[in-house]
Antibody, heavy 117, light 111 residues
């Protein structure tokens, strides 16, 4: 079954970091990029960045440049997104997603990150 | 920087037809942008409706259709139902590596 399964919810204090994982199955992990998208409560989807799982190329949204790091472990078919210097405004559901011109989009189930003291 | 534009909100009557659009801040959308459309209801991840302009994802009712209308990508819902009330996002392929750009989404109300 083609799917993306994300790690569970996290609660973090302001200033901390969070690392979310996204395990791919059912397709060749290294053939696609993995995107990270977040959605704050009541807000729109917001693209954060992507990593090509094959060649490791990376692109970040300017908004998150310097605070976000995306990595991948090809042996585990897993992508990671780490966000640092968390603040309350980072409270959101974080999604991983794969986009393909010929297959459309594939989304993880989302990971809720709550930033609170 | 490329901005993908969508109507912030739209309303349709039950049984009616609505067309949501997706445009570019500069330039026209063609099939080369492989427009895709996603439906999102509260608390759920986005669901793929349409990809590659007009291909319906598996299980998507045929009342949803995609097209290019003029210089924009379009999502048409024919015979709208109450459970079509959702947010709809378009995503465009920008033609360079895995660069995909999101629109701001349209909140569709069925009433």
């Amino acid at each position: 079954q083609v799917q993306l399964v994300q790690s569970g919810a996290e609660v973090k204090e302001p200033g901390a970091s969070v690392k979310v994982s996204c395990k791919a199955s059912g397709y060749t992990f290294t053939s696609y990029a993995m995107h990270w998208v977040r959605q704050a409560p009541g807000q729109r989807l917001e693209w954060m960045g992507w990593i090509h799982a094959g060649n490791g190329n990376i692109k970040y949204s300017q908004k998150f440049q310097g605070r976000v790091t995306v990595t991948r472990d090809t042996s585990a078919s897993t992508a990671y997104m780490e966000l640092s210097s968390l603040r309350s405004e980072d409270t959101a559901v974080y999604y991983c997603a794969r986009f393909s011109r010929s297959l459309g989009g594939l989304w993880g189930q989302g990971t809720l990150v709550i930033v609170s003291s | 920087q490329t901005v993908v534009t969508q109507e912030p909100s739209f309303s349709v009557s039950p049984g009616g037809t609505v067309t949501l659009t997706c445009g570019l801040s500069s330039g026209s959308i063609s099939t080369n942008y492989y427009p895709s459309w996603y439906q999102q209801t509260p608390g759920q991840p986005p669901r793929t409706l349409i990809y590659n302009t007009n291909i319906r994802s598996s299980g998507v009712p045929d009342r949803f259709s995609g097209s290019i209308l003029g210089n924009k990508a379009a999502l048409t819902i024919t015979g709208a139902q109450a459970d079509d009330e959702s947010d709809y996002y378009c995503v465009l392929y920008m033609g360079s590596g895995p660069d995909w750009v999101f629109g701001g989404g349209t909140k569709l109300t069925v009433l």
